[in-house]
């Protein structure tokens, strides 16, 4: 197929459509490249020495299209339903920065060390193994079950790509475009996704613990089960998100967008929500309490929020705007109120002992804390505004 003399896009898309290889849109690479590549490929990886078949290599959608078809001693890409015990690509090292691999067959690639090989391994060798795919075109490509743990993806397009249970710790996704990819069950421990676009994006029974998400886009995502304690969200926004049951423990969320956010159930216990926008959200049966100290809601709006059962044990609602919320058998026992807007609100069924609700003088290390998120926040606070609340099961 090397001596076809074309670059006809049209000619090799239905050239390949006739080999059954669909996903493949480039001519033939020629003979010398494939011997070249044939070559490489014999180079048995060694972890300790930082080599691999491809490391430093640059590499383009033709060349990995050749190896993808002749993968395996020609059995082809790996099928995520029928073949998980065989391992896909490995391209650890390999450059392809700005890489054209839209819609590959990429299952279960090697762009660095599996999890079973990064934990004994140095720092150094983890690095040495990691590929470069910074700003490569990846739309609609298959990466399920890949490994690619601190992995280079910054500014690469991954929108509705399939990375369901890939290996993602620790990996470089800043500024990506991740809108509406499957990546249910993926790992991505501390993982790096400041200012990402993950709009719609599935991220159900998902591991982001202590993952860095300063300023990323996931509204409307589904992030059910998910396990985000410790996560970094601050300014994020996750309005209208799917987060049903999902762990928020100390999860720092400081002026993120919750707007209408799906958050029954969840662990926010100790979490930091200082400033952030949880107006009309569903917070039934959620848990803002904590072993030491509840969560951090000062000024938070939480205004028609849907608190039903949920737990603010302890919780620092100082200055926060819970006007119209619902609260039928809400526990703020022990709640820190002062200065909260509990106005047209019922609570008559909602637990309140102990509630603080007078007025106070915030702390100076606190006020440093909240300032840092809400410049205007009061040193004094008032007593809890209760305007229009019903208070007693008879009034």
């Given at each position: 197929?090397?001596?076809?003399?074309?670059?006809?896009?049209?000619?090799?898309?239905?050239?390949?459509?006739?080999?059954?290889?669909?996903?493949?849109?480039?001519?033939?690479?020629?003979?010398?490249?494939?011997?070249?590549?044939?070559?490489?490929?014999?180079?048995?990886?060694?972890?300790?020495?930082?080599?691999?078949?491809?490391?430093?290599?640059?590499?383009?959608?033709?060349?990995?299209?050749?190896?993808?078809?002749?993968?395996?001693?020609?059995?082809?890409?790996?099928?995520?339903?029928?073949?998980?015990?065989?391992?896909?690509?490995?391209?650890?090292?390999?450059?392809?920065?700005?890489?054209?691999?839209?819609?590959?067959?990429?299952?279960?690639?090697?762009?660095?060390?599996?999890?079973?090989?990064?934990?004994?391994?140095?720092?150094?060798?983890?690095?040495?193994?990691?590929?470069?795919?910074?700003?490569?075109?990846?739309?609609?490509?298959?990466?399920?079950?890949?490994?690619?743990?601190?992995?280079?993806?910054?500014?690469?397009?991954?929108?509705?790509?399939?990375?369901?249970?890939?290996?993602?710790?620790?990996?470089?996704?800043?500024?990506?475009?991740?809108?509406?990819?499957?990546?249910?069950?993926?790992?991505?421990?501390?993982?790096?996704?400041?200012?990402?676009?993950?709009?719609?994006?599935?991220?159900?029974?998902?591991?982001?613990?202590?993952?860095?998400?300063?300023?990323?886009?996931?509204?409307?995502?589904?992030?059910?089960?998910?396990?985000?304690?410790?996560?970094?969200?601050?300014?994020?926004?996750?309005?209208?998100?799917?987060?049903?049951?999902?762990?928020?423990?100390?999860?720092?969320?400081?002026?993120?967008?919750?707007?209408?956010a799906l958050l029954s159930g969840c662990n926010l216990e100790?979490?930091?929500?200082?400033?952030?926008?949880?107006?009309?959200?569903?917070?039934?049966?959620?848990?803002?309490?904590?072993?030491?100290?509840?969560?951090?809601?000062?000024?938070?709006?939480?205004?028609?929020?849907?608190?039903?059962?949920?737990?603010?044990?302890?919780?620092?609602?100082?200055?926060a705007c819970l006007h119209r919320a619902h609260f039928k058998?809400?526990?703020?026992?022990?709640?820190?109120?002062?200065?909260?807007?509990?106005?047209?609100?019922?609570?008559?069924?909602?637990?309140?002992?102990?509630?603080?609700?007078?007025?106070?003088?915030?702390?100076?290390?606190?006020?440093?804390?909240?300032?840092?998120w809400v410049e205007d926040f009061p040193e004094q606070l008032?007593?809890?505004?209760?305007?229009?609340?019903?208070?007693?099961?008879?009034?």
């Amino acid at each position: 197929m090397h001596k076809i003399g074309t670059n006809n896009a049209q000619f090799w898309a239905s050239h390949w459509q006739e080999h059954g290889q669909t996903w493949r849109t480039e001519p033939e690479i020629d003979l010398e490249r494939q011997n070249f590549l044939a070559q490489q490929r014999t180079i048995l990886p060694d972890i300790a020495r930082g080599q691999y078949p491809f490391k430093d290599v640059k590499l383009g959608r033709a060349d990995i299209e050749w190896l993808l078809a002749t993968h395996d001693q020609g059995r082809g890409p790996v099928d995520w339903h029928s073949g998980r015990e065989r391992t896909g690509l490995d391209l650890r090292g390999a450059d392809l920065r700005l890489a054209d691999l839209r819609n590959l067959p990429l299952t279960r690639m090697l762009g660095s060390l599996p999890w079973s090989a990064w934990l004994p391994a140095t720092p150094e060798q983890r690095a040495m193994a990691r590929i470069h795919l910074e700003e490569a075109q990846m739309n609609g490509a298959n990466l399920a079950g890949a490994a690619l743990n601190e992995a280079y993806l910054s500014g690469a397009l991954l929108y509705e790509a399939n990375l369901e249970e890939a290996e993602l710790g620790g990996v470089h996704l800043q500024k990506t475009v991740l809108a509406r990819a499957q990546m249910q069950g993926a790992d991505l421990l501390g993982a790096h996704l400041e200012e990402a676009y993950l709009k719609g994006v599935h991220l159900e029974d998902a591991y982001l613990s202590g993952a860095h998400m300063r300023d990323a886009d996931f509204s409307y995502a589904h992030m059910e089960n998910a396990d985000l304690s410790s996560a970094h969200l601050e300014k994020a926004n996750l309005s209208h998100a799917h987060a049903e049951s999902a762990n928020l423990a100390g999860a720092a969320l400081q002026r993120a967008d919750l707007y209408e956010a799906l958050l029954s159930g969840c662990n926010l216990e100790e979490a930091h929500l200082e400033g952030a926008n949880l107006c009309r959200a569903h917070l039934e049966m959620a848990s803002f309490s904590g072993r030491h100290a509840g969560a951090h809601l000062e000024s938070a709006d939480l205004s028609r929020a849907h608190l039903e059962n949920a737990c603010f044990y302890k919780a620092h609602l100082e200055g926060a705007c819970l006007h119209r919320a619902h609260f039928k058998m809400t526990n703020l026992i022990a709640a820190h109120c002062e200065g909260a807007d509990f106005s047209n609100t019922r609570l008559e069924e909602a637990a309140m002992e102990f509630a603080h609700l007078g007025g106070k003088t915030v702390d100076p290390e606190d006020l440093a804390r909240i300032r840092k998120w809400v410049e205007d926040f009061p040193e004094q606070l008032p007593s809890a505004t209760l305007k229009g609340t019903f208070l007693e099961r008879n009034t």
